[in-house]
């Protein structure tokens, strides 16, 4: 007999259930008419891309890049690996074409093992009549075939920013009406150590505004423009949340300047610089980023590097005059709309992209896991993935933390139980009761209709379990009569109506 197996949803991941998925649902929906409201398309864009549009973009030395990706070979369809070693030749030849034609990547590891498996496989039949080389060349054969890359890399999204950014060159974009508003909402994917509000496969409602630049565009003048882009973004965000009723999110601010040795480069040094000079005392983490990433020292939550961190140098003093006139243009578009927020130095984000503006919210309720959306602009990401120079700005919302924090403060909806609990008794009346159901759900009200005959007792108190607000008793005698039983559950109330005048009742009321 087979073994018994328990399956359980793979860590870090979990199914989302009713009631909680009417939440999900209200909060997607009201994403859909806020995003709506200020000229938003939806996009929905694959699950899978190839791995090095992320690499490229989110950049390869981040968290997100070198650990937290799932990545794997899209084996190439056609191509079966032989369990005979008599066919390794055709092997050979088949990945050899396939690698000219492009279909398996030509990575230095694969161009090796091809030549290594050529070589083995020429040695194999030379040897055919000494047994100990034929074995050992068999083995150096498949072992260089187990080193090959058979098809493309691939790994789940991430993030979506990457993607829409792919999406924007793939469609040509660029020749639509500017800028190009899209929003997204589903699953992403990062290994990360679960804990509550961070799991490996979770939400995002995101959006983005893609702008190519125009022939003498890009110059100081498009400042003030792009800056109440920017604050457009942060406002939409803020109202959506608003329109959930979410209370006491604080936005933080920040501007990164952008990549030159007058600007973010030039402050880098410096900073790179003062950490070297206190290196003993940080901890083994930020030692690292010395080198790695010194931007992302200002990040660290470690207690003991606090002190340190707050005597850096700031980048709001090393920022070149256009990216200082650019972060001062966008404060000034947010005070005309209202929005409150607090200016972070430290809020340098977890992603290659960025330039300029970079902000985060942060939602009550949540523990340490508290940034519920994050975003910034990112000018030049499109093309670095092979489009034309285009300006962009974007934030994605951590969908689990939000529905958290609302939950914890007490706007999770109460699920809605039945509205009807159709208690039909008697073969006579079930074709009745088939079609005053039919009529309440074309009304919009959630009916329940038992699927076979219930003693009265049973049938009221499986409507009472369920959270029916009112149960229509449909017996023998109410079908004869056309005079339909109705009971109110809450207060036991009853009354009896006509069919036309019940459906009436229950379509204004239900
Ligand atoms: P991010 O800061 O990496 O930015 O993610 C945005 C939000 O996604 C976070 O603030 C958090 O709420 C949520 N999130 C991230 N990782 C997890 C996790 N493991 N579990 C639960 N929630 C998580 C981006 O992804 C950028 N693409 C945002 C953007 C769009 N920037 C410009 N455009």
């Not at 793939?170 to 899209?182: C, D, F, G, I, R």
């Not at 699953?187 to 409602?205: L, N, S, V």
């Not at 020292?297 to 200082?324: N, T």
């Not at 006139?325 to 130095?345: C, F």
Request: a neutral charge; aromatic letters at 8%; one cysteine or more.
């Amino acid at each position: 007999m087979a073994e018994k197996r328990k399956f359980q949803a793979i860590k870090g991941t979990r199914d989302l259930l009713p009631p909680e998925t009417e939440l999900w649902n209200r909060v997607e929906q009201t994403a859909h008419q806020v995003f709506g409201t200020y000229g938003f398309g939806e996009i929905r864009p694959p699950i899978f891309e190839p791995t090095e549009l992320f690499a490229r973009s989110i950049g390869q030395e981040t968290d997100v890049v070198s650990k937290e990706m799932y990545t794997f070979v899209d084996r190439h369809e056609k191509l079966e690996v032989p369990q005979n070693i008599g066919q390794y030749g055709a092997f050979i030849e088949k990945v050899r074409k396939l690698l000219a034609i492009g279909k398996i990547p030509r990575t230095p590891r694969n161009e090796i093992a091809i030549e290594d498996m050529q070589s083995a496989w020429n040695k194999y039949r030379s040897s055919k009549l000494d047994w100990d080389a034929a074995i050992e060349n068999a083995y150096y054969m498949v072992v260089a075939k187990d080193t090959m890359q058979l098809g493309p890399e691939v790994s789940l999204r991430p993030e979506a920013t990457a993607s829409v950014c792919r999406a924007y060159i793939e469609h040509n974009m660029h020749a639509l009406p500017q800028p190009v508003k899209l929003y997204y909402t589903g699953p992403m994917f990062r290994r990360e150590r679960p804990q509550k509000g961070r799991y490996r496969q979770f939400y995002q409602i995101g959006a983005e505004v893609l702008e190519v630049l125009q022939p003498g565009q890009g110059s100081a003048k498009d400042i003030p423009k792009d800056a109440a882009i920017d604050a457009e973004v942060i406002e939409m965000v803020m109202t959506f949340f608003a329109r959930l009723g979410l209370e006491g999110a604080q936005l933080d601010i920040n501007s990164i300047g952008h990549s030159a040795p007058e600007c973010r480069r030039g402050y880098v040094e410096k900073l790179k610089a003062e950490l070297e000079k206190v290196k003993d005392k940080l901890g083994p983490d930020c030692q690292r980023r010395i080198e790695t990433n010194p931007l992302r020292v200002l990040d660290s939550k470690l207690e003991s590097e606090q002190a340190i961190i707050e005597r850096l140098p700031r980048i709001g003093d090393h920022l070149c005059a256009d990216c200082k006139k650019h972060y001062a243009e966008v404060k000034r578009q947010l005070d005309l709309r209202g929005v409150m927020y607090t200016e972070n130095w430290r809020l340098v984000r977890g992603l290659d992209y960025y330039m300029r503006t970079t902000f985060e919210i942060i939602a009550q309720g949540l523990g340490s896991q508290n940034a519920v959306c994050g975003g910034g602009r990112y000018d030049g990401l499109v093309e670095l993935l092979g489009g034309p120079p285009t300006k962009g700005i974007g934030f994605a919302i951590g969908e689990d933390r939000l529905i958290l924090s609302l939950q914890e403060a007490g706007k999770g909806t109460v699920a809605r139980g039945r509205d009807v609990y159709i208690a039909w008794m008697g073969q006579k009346t079930l074709a009745t009761a088939i079609r005053a159901a039919r009529e309440l759900r074309e009304a919009g009200l959630r009916v329940e209709l038992p699927p076979v005959e219930q003693k009265f007792g049973k049938a009221l108190g499986q409507a009472d379990k369920l959270g029916a607000r009112y149960a229509l008793i449909l017996g023998e005698a109410e079908v004869a009569t056309g005079q339909w039983t109705l009971k109110t559950l809450g207060d036991g109330a009853q009354a009896k109506y006509s069919e036309a005048e019940l459906l009436e009742f229950l379509k204004r009321n239900g």
